[in-house]
């Protein structure tokens, strides 16, 4: 009988797992959306929040983890990893906000003092200030850029639809597909310059 | 940024992507990380690319999260939490707050019980079983090899991986039962009823299936979980399983 190598069955899979998300697969983020979701409300509505906290500090976490997924800041070593570490992230967050200026006016130390946030080797967000600056203009940009150029660009670099989908979608051929590509970039570029100095 | 920065031709342009995609050969990626270190024009080029496709990519999943979103009915998430997730707050009160959380806990425990029979949620709990999935076997057949390596997810849990080998495979055979019905109970299994039943729905519209039992079981405990009750009582009286029968008959007394 062949012997079962655990080890590098277990990497393999946490391999594909990641490269599920760093492909955007659809199902696989939607399923750790939906999966996590329920705790992080859970925490956040027993400690002082609302929904829409609960909502907002979540996908905040979300994007952070897939950040840190994508930029190979964070390695899974299996789903209930990448749980765990987005329910810290989240949990870090919460805390961050309970024990901001504002909302301490509103509540006792006390209450804060009781929930205690986890270390985490990595930091969700290790850029520096500007370049996170130019990535929510370019962010902005990409929000209201005109509908044909957002759908294709979003088809190629988040889907990851090769041109040859997106030219057979489009009923074009590939060449017309990069040139309108480029075009809708520098249109892209141009709009959040233009909000750099708005 | 001047208007020289700012001008990136389609040339130069789909040289900084496959740069920033990683698809250029290894002589041009040597190539190109020469020119960088002494052309800085090129450099800041680079850098504008890199936020930009960085920017793509975190507000298209921004726009994504509230499709998903919309699939987590909140109501029903209320009610999923458990009991051990409560008690599992409690260490984050202080002292004197977790003898008033015990004493609410005994009283929502009895409440609970009394009115024990017709709680849906309960029902579930007590009639859902994970389907144990299929015999894995060992296969020189690159489909059956791929369907059998996501079983082997399925059966350790790990329903998120399982789920998209399955549906990688189910791009060519949109119709196939038994992958349906896998796709379906790991939907279950993995909290996402709304899924599940949009494909154990596919299974009943083969007429042929060998899962047909199990499917009007698995639609009827997740329209139980859904509180669609007339659903599931309606997928239950199809399912020759004593479970189904033993459910429909508690929801029917």
Redesign the interface.
């Known amino acids: 009988m062949q012997k079962v190598d655990f080890k590098s069955n277990l990497t393999q899979?946490s391999a594909?797992?990641v490269a599920?998300i760093k492909a955007?697969?659809?199902?696989?983020?939607?399923?750790?959306?939906?999966?996590n979701?329920?705790?992080i409300?859970?925490l956040v509505l027993?400690?002082n929040g609302t929904?829409e906290h609960a909502?907002d500090i979540y996908?905040d976490a979300?994007?952070a983890v897939?950040?840190n997924i994508?930029d190979n800041k964070f390695e899974p070593k299996?789903?209930s990893s990448i749980n765990g570490y987005l329910y810290t992230i989240a949990k870090n967050k919460w805390m961050d906000f309970l024990r901001s200026k504002n909302y301490k006016k509103t509540i006792l130390n006390?209450d804060i003092a009781?929930?205690k946030s986890d270390n985490l080797h990595i930091h969700p967000s290790t850029q520096d200030h500007e370049?996170e600056l130019?990535?929510n203009q370019?962010?902005k940009?990409?929000?209201s850029l005109g509908e044909p150029c957002k759908s294709l660009?979003?088809s190629f670099?988040?889907d990851k639809k090769s041109m040859k989908t997106i030219a057979n979608e489009l009923q074009i051929d590939a060449a017309s597909v990069?040139?309108k590509k480029?075009r809708c970039?520098?249109k892209?570029?141009?709009l959040?310059?233009n909000l750099n100095k708005t | 940024?001047n208007a020289e920065k700012?001008n990136?031709t389609?040339e130069e342009?789909?040289l900084i992507e496959r740069y920033l995609l990683n698809t250029m050969s290894e002589t041009e990626f040597i190539s190109f990380n020469e020119t960088l270190k002494t052309d800085s024009l090129l450099k800041e080029k680079v850098e504008?690319?890199r936020?930009?496709?960085?920017?793509?990519?975190?507000?298209?999943?921004?726009?994504?999260?509230d499709?998903?979103?919309q699939?987590?009915t909140?109501e029903n998430?209320s009610k999923?939490?458990s009991l051990s997730?409560n008690v599992k707050?409690v260490k984050?009160?202080?002292k004197y707050t977790v003898a008033a959380s015990i004493i609410l806990l005994l009283g929502l425990s009895g409440i609970w019980y009394l009115s024990s029979t017709q709680n849906p949620k309960q029902l579930y709990n007590k009639y859902f079983n994970v389907d144990p999935g299929l015999p894995t076997i060992m296969s020189d057949n690159t489909s059956h090899f791929k369907f059998y390596d996501a079983m082997v997810?399925y059966k350790q849990g790990?329903?998120?991986?399982a789920?998209?080998k399955w549906?990688a495979l189910l791009k060519n055979k949109p119709q196939n039962d038994t992958l349906n019905y896998f796709i379906g109970v790991a939907h279950l299994a993995?909290?996402?009823e709304d899924a599940a039943i949009k494909f154990l729905d596919n299974v009943i519209l083969n007429s042929n299936t060998t899962f047909k039992n199990e499917a009007y079981h698995y639609l009827g405990l997740a329209y139980l979980k859904t509180n669609n009750i007339e659903l599931a009582k309606k997928n239950l009286t199809f399912s020759t399983i004593d479970n189904s029968k033993a459910l429909l008959s508690e929801l029917n007394d």
């Open positions: 899979k594909q797992l599920a955007n697969d659809e199902m696989v983020l939607k399923s750790l959306y939906i999966t979701y329920q705790k409300e859970f027993k400690n929904k909502k996908q979300f994007l897939w950040r994508k299996n789903e006390n009781t929930l370049f130019k990535l370019a962010m940009a990409f929000e660009l979003k670099y988040f990069k040139n480029y970039m520098q892209l570029r141009l959040a310059q | 940024m700012q990136i389609q342009f789909e504008n690319c936020i930009t496709l960085q920017a793509i990519e975190e507000q298209s999943l921004i726009e994504k999260f499709t998903f979103h699939e987590i909140l998430n999923i939490i997730d707050q984050w009160y202080k997810n790990e329903y998120i991986i789920i998209s549906e993995n909290k996402n």
